[in-house]
């Protein structure tokens, strides 16, 4: 498809690869999830505008350490990473307003070797009003922003202008199933020409009460934040779920190593999803899983990095158990 230009200047470009087909997307999530034996609803449909508000107050709640951890890592050793790669461009997926990211692109900055930020998001007002922000901070810098999926939308990266950093941060690799993760790992691959560096944050392997608390505050934020698919389903497929008969449910599956997030439904249901002709019926306790959180360990980390064609060259981890990993 042809990209649509949202804004050109000198120094910023942004083009959006969004084909009017999302919607289409979740149509066939629910399709497929909800008529599953064990029903499931992908992660990434959790973030509409309300979706993302949530999320950001879950990262500033005390029991949900990963968001902090690795901004320390990265107050800590962005100059060292910037150092090590001696990177000329960030490609950043599911970038957001680079809240982390900007302390290592100053890094890069300081260190005389930044040309250029490539991020990736599906909100193109985010994507440019971000731009437009970076290039006043950091004289002399491009940025080429991608409105789109980073699932699908990955092959409109440009070409390696010298050394790149490929960074996907937050533990967002651990929603993916492992088979899923290893195929994702390996289309990251290509990204990096010859001389980059992937920097991947991950959760590691914890105290599962640690790990059950973060998915489950006492605040219930995530609660609402999880409740917020059916919402988005109500919405934009004509559905009549009735979020409030389903509680939030969060554990750490011990022989997977994952969290898990699942509604239970509080009583038998009927839910029509007009948009698909669907009727789907709920038994009490009956319950609808939201999302997987994979924990790792260095040795499924090499495993899975080793599975793409790639080497893990540090692992950089905080004092609450969450890595940055640099893999080449």
């Not at 087909?21 to 008529?35: H, Q």
Request: hydrophobic share 45%; proline share 5%; aromatic share 8%.
């Amino acid at each position: 498809m042809e990209p649509v230009l949202h804004h050109v200047n000198d120094a910023v470009t942004v083009r959006s690869y969004l084909d009017g087909t999302e919607g289409r997307a979740l149509a066939d999530d629910v399709l497929d999830g909800l008529t599953r034996p064990f029903k499931e609803l992908p992660p990434k449909h959790f973030y509409d505008a309300r979706g993302a508000e949530l999320f950001d107050r879950i990262c500033d709640l005390p029991e949900y350490y990963p968001t902090r951890a690795e901004r320390a890592i990265l107050e800590a050793r962005s100059d060292w990473i910037a150092l090590q790669t001696g990177a000329a461009e960030l490609v950043e997926l599911g970038s957001g307003t680079a809240a982390k990211t900007r302390l290592l692109l100053r890094a890069l900055h300081e260190a005389g070797t930044l040309r250029r930020y490539v991020p990736i998001d599906v909100t193109a007002s985010m994507v440019r009003r971000t731009a437009e922000e970076l290039v006043d901070e950091l004289p002399g810098l491009r940025v080429h922003g991608i409105v789109g999926d980073f699932e699908r939308h990955l092959a409109h990266v440009p070409q390696p202008d010298g050394p790149r950093i490929v960074a996907f941060l937050g533990g967002t690799i651990g929603n993916f199933t492992p088979g899923t993760r290893r195929s994702f790992l390996r289309r990251l691959r290509p990204l990096l020409g010859a001389e980059g560096t992937l920097l991947l944050g991950c959760d590691l392997v914890k105290d599962p009460g640690v790990l059950e608390a973060a998915y489950d505050d006492a605040a219930g934020v995530t609660a609402e934040f999880n409740r917020n698919v059916l919402h988005v389903v109500n919405r934009e497929l004509g559905a009549d779920f009735a979020p409030e008969a389903f509680e939030h449910v969060a554990f750490f599956d011990r022989e997977h190593e994952w969290i898990e997030m699942r509604l239970r439904a509080t009583r038998p249901m009927r839910v029509r999803v007009a948009a698909l002709g669907l009727t789907v019926r709920f038994a009490a306790g009956e319950e609808l899983r939201t999302e997987i959180s994979a924990k790792f360990t260095r040795a499924r980390l090499e495993g899975d990095l080793a599975a793409a064609g790639l080497h893990l060259t540090e692992l950089l981890v905080d004092a609450e158990g969450f890595a940055l990993v640099l893999a080449r």
